[in-house]
């Protein structure tokens, strides 16, 4: 779902309740500032449904550079809130960037490698994920999407 400019959620909380994560993503107005940014998805991830951040930094590699974005401390209020950053693998974005994915599991950060299938064949992705998880010094235990389904849904039902 779309996080608008004023870190509201383009969905209402009707259909949010309904949902088992609710995943959320700037798609606009990239162009603010580091401050404005910042405060736009801090807003957003202080959602009660809000469960991960995507593509955090909104880059496009070699079409468009990441959003300023205050990354740090997005990192520390996810965990404080008990929400997650995604790692997006389609090899356009690779968002997050492998210091960030350092940063995050120095903070002990949870990071969900995600293939951004837009296809089946988009789900061969994830060895470019996994890649980009592997130089910022992820193992194992820091990407949430490698527990099991039961382990899976007790962290996230922590977000709603």
Same mark, same amino acid.
């Given at each position: 779902?779309?996080?608008?400019?004023?870190?509201?959620?383009?969905?209402?909380?009707?259909?949010?309740?309904?949902?088992?994560?609710?995943?959320?993503?700037?798609?606009?107005?990239f162009?603010?500032?580091?401050?404005?940014?910042?405060?736009?998805?801090?807003?957003?991830?202080?959602?009660?449904?809000?469960?991960?951040?995507?593509?955090?930094?909104?880059?496009?590699?070699?079409?468009?550079?990441? *959003? /300023?974005?205050?990354? !740090? @401390?997005?990192?520390?209020?996810?965990?404080? %809130? #008990?929400?997650?950053?995604?790692?997006?693998?389609?090899?356009?974005?690779?968002?997050?960037?492998?210091?960030?994915?350092?940063?995050?599991?120095?903070?002990?950060?949870?990071?969900?490698?995600?293939?951004?299938?837009?296809?089946? *064949? /988009?789900?061969?992705? !994830? @060895?470019?994920?996994?890649?980009?998880?592997? %130089? #910022?010094?992820?193992?194992?235990?820091?990407?949430?999407?490698?527990?099991?389904?039961?382990?899976?849904?007790?962290?996230?039902?922590?977000?709603m």
């Amino acid at each position: 779902m779309d996080i608008l400019e004023d870190g509201s959620l383009d969905l209402p909380d009707s259909a949010l309740a309904q949902l088992d994560m609710v995943v959320g993503a700037v798609h606009s107005n990239f162009n603010l500032s580091r401050a404005k940014q910042t405060e736009r998805i801090l807003r957003a991830m202080q959602h009660p449904y809000f469960t991960l951040l995507a593509h955090p930094t909104g880059r496009l590699i070699q079409r468009r550079a990441p *959003y /300023d974005v205050d990354m !740090l @401390r997005i990192i520390r209020e996810a965990k404080n %809130r #008990g929400c997650f950053l995604e790692l997006n693998a389609h090899p356009e974005r690779l968002d997050l960037l492998d210091t960030y994915c350092r940063m995050a599991k120095e903070e002990g950060m949870l990071i969900s490698i995600n293939s951004d299938a837009h296809s089946i *064949y /988009d789900f061969s992705n !994830l @060895r470019f994920g996994i890649g980009q998880a592997r %130089r #910022g010094w992820l193992e194992k235990h820091d990407v949430l999407n490698t527990r099991s389904l039961k382990e899976l849904r007790g962290l996230i039902s922590r977000t709603m």
